[in-house]
Structures are given as structure tokens and as C-alpha cells.
């Protein structure tokens, strides 16, 4: 099995990933051949059974509402590859 | 110095018998000695190392010292460490300093532990070779054209050759276990919320666990210890007070009921490690606990449930590097779609990037249902099938891996076969239970590992049985000889 | 050919909580760009989300304020996307188990009747940060203060059929949310901001038509005219013989128009999803009942109050119900008064006039109820008249003083009811004006009505305002009348 260029592309379009033309066909392979393993799950009826997110049992906590987080700007921006007045930049939004 | 125990090891700082800048040193002396080769370590740090062992050398004088006070440690590269890289194995992380610490960095520093450096593992913990690092493979310190186990390869190694007595790693579908089984050391992943996931970089969030890796499992007991605990800041993290692990380690394994799950022991085990597991099961026969067989029929459909979730969850979880806030960044990008695009198409490795379009496609409209819903439909009967066996025994024993540790480069090129190997694993994690992989002996010169499987929260007996079994035995106790 | 516009409203609504929904960062608007956005809201490598529990209370409070079902469980999901002010890749929200269920609102149409508007759902989610886009070398710069800022998005279904009926809705969900307090409502900085999904059908059919989306119409005014807009827009269009297309539109205020946001050509998708940070939100029926107990006054309760047991107009009650803070002041004003229809007169009328032409908020009047009342009292027990009121209310507006008394006292317009007083002061003007006594002497009965007015002004003016209008007048017809 494999997955068709133009799945493949949509897919990597969603992910903001390119594909060099050279590597397509071997994550067409690749994925194909996940996509064939993970299969083996429609064997299984499932039908009514409830939908698991969580491995525990467990419930939302709630945090009062307060502030607690300190921000040092500074800091945390030179992290950032491209900031000016305190803006992170990227290429210019066209609406 | 460097095979004590930590318990040996805080006996002998507490007598003066040897200091922690001593025994600091003594380690990073390994670590420049063997490093380059196993290439376990990403970033050592020994300035930094020297003065922390300073620091608790004067409270150990002051008699102010805890149970791990000056003893070393390293923590995988998936948590954040303020002031010190954490690049998650991944050139999308190489520049990227933390501006916080994990909670478990916090709670073990807050123990004293003095912090050697951050190890090795595949790209954002995605492998078990080891294989995808930005930084190279991690060598299995027993055979060097064997891999280490993955993702927390580094930390294994790392242990394994004694270039640390203790490391921290991360399992999302094996990633303590399999590396430890590998390694031939021992590692427990807690139950789901037991350790906080806060400042750990995620990779399938409703499957990641932290858990300590080290030689014996009365290291791990005193290590779980710290690193567990309910914290705030995770909505995950579950409100119990944590044991005392540590006291419950010699407690008698008579009238114990073991569970042999038998599809663990089917076609897929390689019959060596069939044959060491017996005679593992046979020394905790001899301790007093009763043998029985049990079923998990739908442990083959764990590697498809959890190909679908890991992936999924991932393929959002590493939406946020995009290049704009922090991480790589691609030269001049022409504008948003390119900056996007080559920014993550070049920080991110082949493997990482399969993941994301797998966990894409199956999130995708259209698929949704026919992969991720039914994948968390499954999760759901594989978790009630190991509540039924858990209701007939108290533990499960089964093997870690189905196979030793394979060599360097023969499953690079084929995923799926990759996938195959995490059977024994991945049950565990989409469960939320607790599991040690404890050594077992060896094939060929390669270690394995014998998996124990709890129920919720019972990790203190996990680590009690794999306590009483390491002192009827001495597979934990084998040491590689190294090539510097 | 008849046609029918069907408008659906999806309004989000910041919740007025200090810190954000899933971090302690602050919500404060207005500060500097991203010194608000902490390492949660940019989204860093190991960070995790815990939910405010103020936001949940808050949501709940609009769901039964809006008679909705408060379900006992919701669950957050992922929308992935990736925007330069969406610093995870994905906002997190809610959509298969929302916090507010099926609800309703009614609104007034018309003079006196109301239509019930059916609310599909509400839920919370994280607001985004904002592009700016001036000009840094070409570039776009990103602020995140706003992002993680407590959303609850309400969405309608769409049973309104006008852009009238759309504003009467907004001001609704408005008066509510202000009323109790979750949300300062405020549209010019984006507090409440509005999408409207429009669509036209021929009249009588029962089958929709294709609806576009109108994004961020963010004030009363440009609802109503973008909606129009958009309707004239899809008439046109049909009638032309064109097809409507769905899309996404954005209205332009300046040349009162929709325009086409011209997405790429790939559908958004999604790929919702449970969030796994976060776990079920569970509800127990007495935290609900609790909250329902704790729930103020709403606009509709109140108008009720207003007409049935205050005896005001429909008009006044609807005026003074609309916002919670006037609806507040005309309530205290009225029971420390003790003349409800009075105090309603002077707050819509006097109060709010003054309001207006300082354009001031009625937080920032410098007239407390309980001094307004003090004025309205002296009225009553007819210690000032109503053109003396009128000089003490600015005189108190102004802060010439702190009580209606002292000003009364300080300016001597206590009214003056003595007629031997207001005896003498008559007297004193027919005697200066005796050219218009003879005149009015001379005129016709009938006539006299109307002269009256001019002895009346004197005296009045004599007495600087204070004598009583009422004595006043009577004692003038005696006097000229058996002269």
C-alpha cells in the first residue's frame, strides 16, 4: 500500500512540512506501510464502545483565578529569531 | 566508587568516606573518557556539576544532607533545564535554552542531586534505536554495533556504562523500558500522572510518563520517590500523597500472584529470551509468589491503537515550532507559507517528520473515525482487558522487548518493522500503568529485559518485587566492559 | 420576487477574569506588546495548561441567564491551524461537549411584542493574539498579550431575519453578559466582537440558502449595515442570475461593503480532536444550583419590576433596563427618593441628557444616586420647584457642593409658600407695571389666560425663582381680577 502523491501533499500542506521531490516516493512507501499495520485495527468491532482520551479516570482541576505568571520579555525574546519593539516578526500577513 | 549503589553511595558521603566533588568527578572523568564514543551525553556540564557537588558537600558537613544530597545525575533532553540547552534531540531545538525547569529537574535538584548533563535520545523521543538524534546514534555500551534501546537511549547507556549512577527518561509506548532492557539496567515508567509532565516536552501527551532509569530498582525506588508527587501546574497530575517506595522494597513476596500474560510469550519472543524469563520466573517462584497464566487477546491491536494516537497527538504538539517564537528558523523566507514550511521541514528529522503526516492524516476530515476514533475505541478494551487480568493476579510478568537489542542500521529503513519490536510496550502506555523492565540476563552478549506490569499506583510493589528478585539474582549487577 | 434573509450570530464574548483561561498570566488590555504573553500563552517546548476556574463560572452564568441546559460534563478539543497569533498551532476550544447547551433569548420587536432566538451552544475558548501590520521592513509584527484571553463563544441558530433583529439580539446578549458582570461588553476594544452568517431564500421556502460569513462586525451600527449590505449583496446576485458562493466576508466600514477574504483554495481542516492536556470538566448539580441562586437581576426581570411594581412606562423600563450600571442607579435613586416615576423622569431625562453632551460613562458621572435622590426629595416636599431643581441638579453636576441642601441653602432657592410674602411681591410688581394691569384690565376674559404669564415671569423673577409657581398664580388672579 501506498499513500497517493496527492494525499501526501495535502497532508503535508496541513502541516506546513515540503517534501523534496526525491524523498516523496519513499514517505509514499513509508506511510503506505503504516497506514497497512494500523488497518489491522478495523478487524475489531468497536461499535458503541466509548472513545478513550485519557488513560485515568479523572476530572478537570480548576486553578483560581489569579496572577501568578511573572513575564520577563526580555528573557523569553531571546529565544525568538526575529523580534523588534517587543514584536515577534514574521513575513507580512496579507488579508 | 563509580558501581555503588545509592544508597552506598550517600552512606559513603555521609561518612566522609569520599566527598561529592569526588564522586562528581569521578563521573565526568568517564563521561570525557567514553563520551565520544557511546555518545550518550548531548551537553555536559561541569562547572555547573562541581558547584552543585560544592554546594552539597557543605550540607552534607552541616549534617543538612537528604537520601540523595551530592549524589549525580543526568536528565534526558527532554527536559527543559533553565539556563542550560534542551534541544529534545532536534535541530529544531539546537539554540533553544529553557527559560524554566521541569518539575522533576526542580524536585530532584530540590533533593540535592547534582546534574551531570543532558543525554542523548532519538528526535523529540521518537524511536527506540536512538537512531534519529540530530546528534548522532547513542552506542549500546555492551556491543557497540547493537543500539541502546530508544528513546531514552542516552539515559540507558549513560547508566549502563557508568558514566552516571542515575538518569531520568521518558516513556510514551516504551521508551524507559525498552532502552533499559537493552542497556541492562533497570527503569520504571510510573503510572500516568504520577510524575508531573510540566517543562517535559511533549510528545503524545495522553502517553508520556517520566520515570527514573537506574542499575537496580532500590535506586529507582529512592529516585521514584522524589520525582513523584501531584503538581499544580499539570492538569494531569494526579492528587495522591506518594509512597514511601524505599520502605516497602523488603516486604515478602510470599502468596503473590504473578499474571503470564500469553500472548507476551507467543511466536513473536525470540526463544533465548523465552528461556531466561523462565528461569526468571522460577527465582520469583522460589520467593513465595504463585505462577499463573492470563490473557490480553488484543495485544497485537496496541501497535496500531497506538501508531494512531502517539502520531495524532504529536502532529499537534509540534505545531508550535513554526520558527516564530523560538527554534530554528529558516534564512529568509519569501513569506509566511515558506517561512512555515522550510522552518519545520529542516528543524525536524525524517522520522519526526513521518509521524506528523501520519497523525495528520489520521486526524484528517474524512479519517477521523476510521483511525482516531477507532484507535481511542480500542485504547479503551485493551485498558478493560488489563483490568480483568488485574482483578485475577496482583502483577504481570512478561518480556520487555521480543527480541535483544538489534544492531545499528537494520531497521532504519523500515518503520514498520520498527513499530513491531514495541508489542510488549505500547499496552502499558495507552493504559496508563505503571511498568519496570528489570535485567534478566543475556543473548549473544546483549542484555533483556523482564517487564513487570502493575495496576494503577501500585509501583511501590512493582519496585518490591523486582527488589527481592535482584537479590536472589545478579543480572542487574553486570557491567560492560567499555572501549574508551 | 419576495425575499428572506436568514442570519445566524456567532459572538464572542472576553470573559472580565484577571488572569487568562489556561495561564496566570494577566489579562489587563492595553499593555505592552507581549509583556502579558507568558511561556504558556507562546505556546513553549513542556508547558501545560490549567483551567481558570472563573472562566467555567462565568460560562455557566451566561448559560442560565440564557434559560440554557448546563450539561454535567465538557470536554476541550484542538482546532489546528497554524497563524503567526496562534503561537501553539492550535486554539483550544471546545465543540462535541460545549459548557453551555441549547438555550434561548428573547427579544423585543416592534413596539411591544418579542421573538425567542434559540441559542445552539456556548463554549469557551482561547483568544488569539493580534498581527500588526505596519510596516517593519515589510514585515509583520506579532503581539500575544491578548492570546489565552477567556473566550465564550455563543452561537445562535439561525432564526433572525432582519439585521434589526440581529442588533436587537447583540444588545441582548450584551445587556446580559454586562449584567452579570462577566464582561465589560466593550466592542471598541474587542471585548465582544461579532461574525454573521447570512443568507437569503425566496419567501415561503423552507430550504436555506447559501450563507456567507461575515467576520468581526464589531460595533451595533456596523452589524445592521453590514448585514443590510450583505443581504442587498446576495439579492442582487441571485436575481442577476448568479449563485452565492460560501465564503467567508469581511465588511469595510469605510466603503460599506463585504468583501471576499479570498482564502487559499484548500478548505480549512481542522482536525479536531480531544485536547489531552486537559481533562473533563465535570459539574455537580450543586455548584449549578449555587450559581443560579447567585445570579443578579437580568434586563428582562427587571423591565418587569420596572412596569409592574414601579408603575413605569413600557418605554422608560426598556430605556432604563438596558444597561445594568443605569438600570443600578435608577433603582437607588427611585428607593432612596421614594417616587420611582420621578427618579425615572430625571434619569432618562436630566441625567442622561447630561451624560451625553459630556459623553461621559455613567461610572464617571459626578453625581452620586444618593445626591440626585437628596434633589429629588426637596421636589417633592416642595421645599425648591422644578425650575429650582433644574439650577441645583447642575449646581450638584458641577460640585458646587455635596448635598441638594447646601446648594438650596448656599443659593436661597428655597420656594417661598408664604403669601404674605408672595403678597408683597405682587403687589410690588403690579405697582411697576400698572401700563399692563390696565391693559390686562382692560382685555376680554378669555384673553387673560395669557397675559397672566407675563405677571407671573415678573414675580418669579422677583423672588429670583423661589416663590412657589402654583401660589403664585392663584394670588395674581385675585388680586387682578377683584382690583
Known sequence: MTLEAEDLHKVAHLARLTLDPQVIDDYSQAIGNILELVDEMQAIDTQGVLPMAHPMDATQRLRSDEVTEEVDRDQLQNQAPATEQGLYLVPRVVE | MINLSLTQMAQGLASGEFSSSELTQAF?????????????????????????????????????????????????????????????????LDNFIAPYSATVVEKLAAAGMVHLGKTNLDEFAMGSSNESSFYGAVKNPWDAQAVPGGSSGGSAAAVAARLTPAATGTDTGGSIRQPAAFCGITGIKPTYGRVSRWGMIAFASSLDQGGPMARSAEDCAL?????????????????????????????????????????????????????????????????????????????????????????????????????VRYGHRCDDPRDLEDLYKRSRSEGFGAEVKRRILVGTYALSEGFYDAYYRKAQQLRRLITEDFQKTFNEVDLLVAPTTPSPAFDLGSKTNDPVQMYLEDIYTLGVNLAGLPAMSVPAGQVSGRPLGMQLIGSHFDEGRLLNVAHQFQQATDHHLQTPELDA | MQWEAVIGLEVHVQLATESKIFSGASTRFGAEPNSQACVIDLGMPGVLPVLNEKAVEMAVMFGLAVNSEIPQRSTFERKNYFYPDLPKGYQTSQMEEPIVGPGYLDIPVGESESKRIRIHHAHLEEDAGKSLHEDFHGMTGVDLNRAGTPLLEIVSEPDMNSAKEAVAYLRGIHSIVTYLGISDGNMAEGSLRCDANVSVRPKGQEKLGTRCEIKNVNSFRFVEKAINHEIERQIELIEDGGRVVQETRLYDPDEDETRSMRTKEEANDYRYFPCPDLLPVELDEAYIQHLKEGLPELPEQKRERFTSQLGLSEYDAQ?????????????????????????????????????????????????????????????????????????????????????????????????????????????????????????????????RGKMIGFFVGQVMKASKGTANPQAVNQLLKDKLDQA
Open chain 2, 28 to 92: 565526568l572523568d568517564r563521561i570525557q573518557k567514553y563520551n565520544t564514543h557511546l555518545n550518550a551525553f548531548i551537553t555536559v556540564t561541569p562547572e555547573a556539576a562541581l558547584e552543585q557537588a560544592k554546594a552539597a558537600d557543605q550540607l552534607l558537613a552541616s549534617q543538612q544532607a537528604g537520601a540523595l544530597t551530592g549524589i549525580p545525575l543526568a536528565h534526558k533532553d527532554i527536559f527543559c533545564t533553565q539556563g542550560i540547552k534542551t534541544s529534545c534531540a532536534s535541530k529544531m
Open chain 2, 223 to 323: 529516585l521514584l520517590k522524589e520525582m513523584a508527587g501531584f503538581d499544580t501546574r499539570d492538569s494531569t497530575s494526579m492528587q495522591r500523597s506518594v509512597p514511601d517506595y524505599p520502605a516497602q522494597l523488603n516486604e515478602p513476596l510470599q502468596g503473590l500472584k504473578l499474571g503470564l500474560p500469553k500472548e507476551y510469550f507467543g511466536d513473536d519472543l525470540n526463544p533465548e529470551i523465552a528461556a531466561r524469563l523462565q528461569d526468571a520466573i522460577k527465582e520469583l517462584e522460589k520467593l513465595g509468589a504463585q505462577v499463573k497464566e492470563v490473557s490480553l487477546p488484543l495485544t497485537r491491536l496496541a501497535i496500531p491503537a497506538y501508531y494512531v494516537i502517539a502520531p495524532a497527538e504529536a502532529s499537534s504538539n509540534l505545531s508550535r515550532f513554526d520558527g
Open chain 3, 319 to 447: 430605556v432604563l433596563s438596558a444597561s445594568r450600571p443605569l438600570a443600578d442607579y435608577f433603582d437607588r435613586v427611585a428607593e432612596l427618593s421614594g417616587d420611582a416615576k420621578l427618579a425615572a423622569n430625571w434619569v432618562t431625562g436630566e441625567f442622561s441628557a447630561q451624560l451625553n453632551r459630556e459623553n461621559l460613562d455613567i461610572a464617571q458621572a459626578p453625581l452620586a444616586p444618593e445626591q440626585l435622590a437628596g434633589l429629588l426629595k426637596r421636589l417633592l416636599d416642595e421645599t425648591i420647584n422644578g425650575k429650582a431643581a433644574k439650577q441645583v441638579f447642575a449646581a450638584l453636576w458641577a460640585g458646587e457642593g455635596h448635598t441638594a441642601d447646601d446648594i438650596i441653602e448656599a443659593k436661597g432657592l428655597k420656594q417661598v409658600t408664604d403669601t404674605g410674602a408672595i403678597e408683597a411681591i405682587i403687589d410690588e410688581v403690579l405697582a411697576n407695571n400698572q401700563p399692563q394691569v390696565d391693559q390686562y384690565k382692560a382685555a376680554e376674559p378669555d384673553k
